[in-house]
């Protein structure tokens, strides 16, 4: 049945008692599927030379003539000229000039490998159906020769059920914006996160930001750094098989930048005093805007803080900073009315919200953390030292 | 607004220049007191500016552009005539080799501030040497500026800028247009090089059109118009520079385009356009580019050949139809 070789050879009809032969469209390349009849140099009834060409055949790229394989005459043509033919398809048979046609099962299947027409179509109709990411093939063309015009398109996109919306821009994921969207999502895939919120009355903090004349920023990643000293397993990483605790306290404070989102670290935050941890968020939160940060300035953290309360947001669902263990939101600093000995008193009402990765850490270690970072910014004076 | 002609609007800008500038001066064939010109737009400027500043010349177009480009070179802004712009051919080395590179040639020490206003255009029967459009060849010499005005008001306006204007610059008008009359303010104006104008705004197709043949896509439109088809015309007025910005645009907004020129189709004015909308609004075409243009023989002297040569509005029609489907 096969026809291995590259060479276009008419097979025996008969095995044994060589008679009538048949012409089978050749495989002229690995890849070929069809070929078409280009012309035939012999009619039905001539005579043909063994070697002498009788039809020539073209493939993708390129014409063949087909040669006859043995004398005799060329009895029956299958394929007429511009006919299309899967390879071995049956061309035409040869015979002995007294020989009678044998009768051969045709089979003159259609060819059933798709042919990838072009589609005629306006350039305008090209770009609209390339911005909406429509497949032309699917649209019927009403210009001449049945090309489609933009008009086709745009009959079709609002035709369409499964509308697409149209492409205005396309950003390429580089540079922040691309380390950023790695890093979270190998946090969200890889660590179960769990957010709890917790309400802080930010009365004595305020006081204590206008006496010392430092930013809320300031004094939360002090009093987280106080919290964790007492909290160790909050300031940790998972690697393996093994929750690694740090005995550093570097903190990172989530910055937002033109470039994108950057987290400059502070380190030793537990080991510096308010006005020294001040200044130093200042100046990297200043080299941040900048473009300015050096890598030493951005690694290391142990921990993460990030603020949007600048923003109005009350609550969200900080996403951990990996390979850290936690993360803490600070929301808007919000007059609420807050029950205090039975009365209805207006307090300066902070929420923060702490993710964790719940593979190092339970819910109630992770609150009584929560609760210990309200208590210190309820009583802010412990920071002073 | 008064209405003039185009020979007036045209006369009125050399006044005005010559009044305004006293370096402003005419040369050419028959232009003085006893003709006023071929087509008559230099008349009377003899009697008013006097013989010095409006100089009859002997027929020799290679002596009037010559003088013309010495002229310049030492501080004048002369403005020649040549009878007919096929005879420009008489001229070509001191147009090409020598006006249109003296400025770049002297790193701009020199320059040659030259004007050479000429009619091209056929339909007035006076056959293959005085019938010509060959702006064309203009465009093609890095240098020159050229100006196909198509209304009096473009017309004078942008003679105007062409006198001041410090390149030489080819001001092509058209025979049938110098009595074709329209809208010109009395106070003065000058228009930009290389700000088409919009003749007529439309939606469903863009004809672009110099000289003469906007007057006849002007008509073509409104026999389309009746049948529901909407037509822009743009006019580049100024065809070095080139105002591509408004032609793409327009393209960008209709989809199609049909260009229609009185030069021969080959190598024409309607080539470089289309040239242009291909490389920078390909992806907003949705119908082939459809040039409408003189076939590429010499204008024939027989009345019926010649308009069978030239475009009409019968052609713009049916080239509008064969994009619009």
């Known amino acids: 049945m096969r026809n291995a070789s590259l060479k276009p050879l008419g097979k025996s009809f008969t095995e044994g008692v060589r008679m009538a032969v048949k012409i089978v469209m050749p495989r002229l390349s690995l890849t070929m599927k069809t070929g078409s009849v280009v012309r035939w140099y012999k009619r039905e009834g001539e005579e043909v030379r063994k070697g002498e060409p009788i039809v020539e055949v073209l493939t993708e790229k390129v014409t063949y003539d087909i040669e006859a394989p043995e004398p005799g005459i060329l009895r029956k043509i299958y394929a007429k000229e511009g006919d299309e033919v899967p390879v071995n398809g049956l061309l035409a048979v040869i015979t002995k000039p007294d020989e009678p046609l044998p009768e051969i099962e045709v089979e003159m299947e259609k060819p059933k490998v798709e042919i990838k027409e072009r589609i005629p179509a306006s350039p305008a109709a090209k770009r609209l159906a390339r911005e909406y990411g429509m497949d032309l093939s699917q649209i019927a063309g009403t210009g001449p020769g049945g090309r489609i015009v933009e008009a086709d398109v745009r009959r079709y996109i609002e035709e369409k059920l499964e509308y697409k919306p149209k492409i205005r821009e396309v950003i390429p994921l580089t540079g922040v914006r691309k380390i950023s969207a790695e890093r979270v999502a190998k946090s969200a895939r890889e660590a179960p996160h769990c957010t709890l919120c917790m309400e802080v009355d930010m009365t004595e903090a305020s006081k204590f930001k206008e006496s010392l004349g430092v930013s809320f920023t300031d004094i939360i990643v002090k009093a987280v750094a106080y919290a964790l000293k007492e909290h160790r397993i909050m300031n940790s990483t998972l690697e393996g098989n093994k929750i690694k605790v740090f005995d550093e306290i570097n903190i990172g404070v989530a910055t937002a930048t033109p470039q994108g989102l950057v987290v400059p670290v502070v380190k030793n935050a537990d080991k510096k005093s308010l006005p020294e941890l001040s200044a130093e968020i200042k100046a990297l939160v200043k080299k941040a805007r900048e473009g300015k940060l050096e890598h030493s300035d951005v690694s290391g953290g142990t921990f993460t803080v990030t603020n949007l309360g600048m923003y109005g947001v009350e609550v969200f669902t900080p996403i951990i900073n990996p390979p850290e263990a936690a993360i803490l939101g600070v929301g808007k600093i919000i007059q609420k009315p807050v029950v205090e000995e039975n009365q209805v008193k207006i307090k300066p009402m902070m929420t923060f919200s702490l993710s964790f990765d719940h593979r190092i850490v339970d819910g109630a270690p992770a609150a009584q953390f929560l609760a210990k970072i309200k208590e210190i910014l309820e009583n802010p004076s412990i920071l002073k030292d | ?325």
């Open chain 2, 1 to 325: 607004m008064r209405e003039i002609s185009y020979r007036d609007a045209l006369r009125e800008a050399l006044r005005e220049e010559m009044q305004r500038d006293p370096t402003v001066f005419l040369l050419g064939e028959d232009i003085g007191r006893y003709w006023g010109g071929a087509f008559k737009v230099t008349k009377g400027l003899a009697e008013e500016f006097g013989d010095e500043r409006v100089r009859d010349t002997p027929i020799s177009e290679s002596a009037i552009v010559g003088a013309a480009v010495g002229a310049a070179i030492t501080g004048m802004r002369p403005v020649a005539e040549i009878m007919f712009g096929d005879l420009t051919t008489l001229a070509m080395d001191q147009i090409v080799n020598q006006a249109a590179k003296i400025r770049y040639m002297f790193g701009g020490q020199a320059k040659a501030p030259l004007v050479i206003r000429t009619p091209f255009g056929g339909g007035v029967n006076i056959a293959a040497h005085h019938s010509q459009c060959l702006e064309a060849w203009f465009m093609h010499v890095p240098g020159l500026q050229v100006v196909v005005p198509s209304t009096p008001y473009d017309a004078k306006g942008l003679l105007k800028t062409a006198i001041r204007n410090d390149n030489p610059v080819i001001f092509c008008e058209h025979k049938l247009l110098y009595p074709i009359t329209g809208p010109v303010p009395d106070e003065e104006y000058t228009l930009p090089f290389g700000v088409a104008d919009i003749k007529r705004e439309g939606n469903d197709v863009t004809i672009v059109a110099t000289l003469y043949m906007v007057h006849k896509a002007l008509k073509a439109a409104e026999e389309l118009e009746k049948d529901g088809i909407s037509v822009e015309i743009v006019d580049p007025r100024t065809l070095v520079p080139l105002d591509k910005e408004t032609i793409i645009n327009s393209v960008k907004k209709t989809g199609r385009v049909v260009i229609v020129t009185e030069d021969c189709k080959t190598a024409g004015v309607s080539a470089e356009i289309a040239a242009v909308i291909a490389e920078k609004a390909l992806d907003y075409l949705d119908a082939p580019i459809k040039r409408v243009a003189n076939p590429d023989v010499p204008i024939p002297f027989s009345p019926p050949l010649e308009s069978f040569v030239i475009p009409d509005e019968k052609r713009i029609i049916e080239a509008v139809r064969e994009v619009v489907y």
